[in-house]
């Protein structure tokens, strides 16, 4: 029988069907109103990209925008369930599959950067603990959205005369313009790639920026390792787009950042193959944070 993993960012949604191992995408996740009706229907395009047909067994997807209310909740498991005709769903955040797919044996931390910015603490009894992920007005400091949103900043700064000089205000874009954008949080995110390739250029102002956003990221993980018992050295994984574009140009001045507990590690898998494990294991550690649906 046919099981399906599905990892659903702020960028795009990624889908796998198991075990044969196509895959499909579809949009990302939109703020507003419509955002479960979009996410539904990035869901229904992605399994067809992947050719997904006949009833499917288990769909295990972790989102960005999981609905905070249980009830709510529930009812979008069920909608999922009715769109891949699915017999279960087993639904959380996009934090809890980065954790499944990155942490082998569970325990430990786990940063996911992309667009947003949220990490994940699980310790060895199980509890865990949620460190950021407030979203673009009131968190995920050190996400591309930081990134880039204080990289447009200083683009403006530099134009009007009010700061330094920068390679950054070369480009051609004039940021006022994104605020008519209806992706307007995608479109300050995808700033972010621009100002790590002038900070690599030398550009001081461009640098100061990425060194901000890796303190913010070495603060948000000094602060997820501190909810874990002990005094041992705790394994964090950085997973996600931003760590994947930025490589030690990022990681580096996060190291030296971190506090002695916390220890880099490489991840072990992707947040898709976070969702794989959810699908085809037991929960684990993660029993406390998955809502499911069962058909009836």
């Avoid at 996009?94 to 044996?105: F, Q």
């Avoid at 430990?108 to 992309?114: D, K, P, S, T, Y």
């Avoid at 000089?165 to 700033?191: E, G, H, N, Q, W």
């Avoid at 390792?225 to 050295?233: C, H, K, P, S, Y």
Wanted: net charge negative; glycine share 14%.
């Amino acid at each position: 029988m046919t099981s399906i993993a599905i990892d659903g960012g702020q960028s795009a949604l990624r889908l796998r069907v198991l075990p044969a191992g196509r895959v499909g995408r579809g949009p990302g996740y939109v703020h507003g109103p419509t955002s479960i009706d979009h996410l539904l229907a990035a869901i229904g395009t992605a399994a067809a990209a992947a050719g997904v047909a006949g009833p499917v067994e288990v769909v295990a997807l972790g989102l960005t925008g999981f609905p905070p209310v249980r009830p709510v909740a529930d009812g979008l498991a069920a909608r999922v369930a009715g769109v891949l005709d699915a017999g279960e769903v087993r639904m959380t955040q996009d934090m809890v599959t980065a954790h499944a797919g990155a942490l082998a044996d569970g325990y430990g931390v786990v940063v996911a950067a992309g667009t947003g910015l949220v990490s994940l603490a699980v310790d060895r009894d199980g509890s865990w603990h949620k460190v950021d992920g407030h979203g673009y007005l009131f968190g995920d400091a050190g996400s591309a959205f930081a990134i880039g949103r204080a990289g447009l900043v200083a683009v403006q700064r530099a134009r009007d005369g009010r700061g330094p000089a920068t390679k950054l205000a070369d480009v051609t874009l004039d940021p006022v313009t994104l605020y008519r954008s209806t992706t307007l949080v995608d479109d300050v995110a995808r700033f972010a790639p621009e100002v790590l390739r002038c900070a690599a250029e030398g550009d001081p102002v461009a640098g100061d920026l990425v060194v901000r956003a890796a303190q913010d990221i070495a603060e948000t993980i000094g602060a997820a390792v501190a909810t874990l018992a002990g005094q041992d050295a705790v394994p964090v994984a950085c997973v996600g787009g931003l760590f994947a574009g930025a490589g030690e140009q990022l990681l580096s001045p996060v190291r030296a950042a971190l506090t002695p507990r916390a220890q880099l590690v490489k991840a072990a898998g992707t947040s898709l193959d976070g969702a794989e494990r959810l699908a085809t294991s037991p929960p684990g550690p993660y029993a406390d944070l998955i809502v499911t649906h069962r058909r009836s």
